[in-house]
């Protein structure tokens, strides 16, 4: 089993991240619920739930007889992000895959200090980055995009 975002990873497919979004804006969504919602079989949701259960990014627990869906336990110890921080990671999150360079231009703030802050953001597994030739390219992790459903983040 890949990390949960390796470049681009596990929240990179499609029904996976809508299956993410809606738990995290329902937390406790029932198994039955999500298919309604998503739209897809049970095969389908129930592959990809188990792909992100063995991945840490959502856990369930048993209520009753349904089982309940949580966004897994993703906190990096409590570090804050600062304000460049969060909105280098709410930018990200509308508009994966872009350079620092590109970053730089659209926030309009150094390189530099994109560089720095995105350098941060890695150490506290929010972002990840792939590298296509010398050219690096930065998308939002699981605990990213938890970070910004915590912010309110409507993504």
């Not at 039955?32 to 992100?52: A, D, F, K, P, V």
Request: glycine share 10%; aromatic share 8%; charged share 25%.
């Amino acid at each position: 089993m890949r990390a949960v975002d390796e470049g681009h990873g596990l929240l990179e497919n499609v029904n996976r991240r809508d299956i993410f979004r809606l738990i995290c804006s329902n937390p406790g969504i029932n198994y039955r619920e999500l298919m309604r919602r998503i739209g897809c079989s049970n095969g389908t949701i129930s592959y990809h739930l188990h792909l992100m259960e063995r991945a840490g990014i959502v856990r369930w627990r048993t209520n009753g007889r349904r089982k309940e869906y949580y966004v897994g336990d993703l906190r990096w110890g409590g570090m804050a992000l600062s304000r460049m921080q969060r909105r280098i990671l709410v930018f990200l999150a509308e508009n994966p895959g872009l350079s620092p360079v590109e970053l730089s231009g659209r926030l309009d703030i150094s390189r530099q200090w994109v560089s720095q802050n995105l350098g941060l953001l890695r150490v506290k597994d929010i972002v990840a980055c792939r590298s296509v030739g010398k050219r690096r390219y930065y998308y939002v992790t699981g605990r990213g995009i938890a970070e910004c459903c915590d912010m309110g983040v409507d993504m």
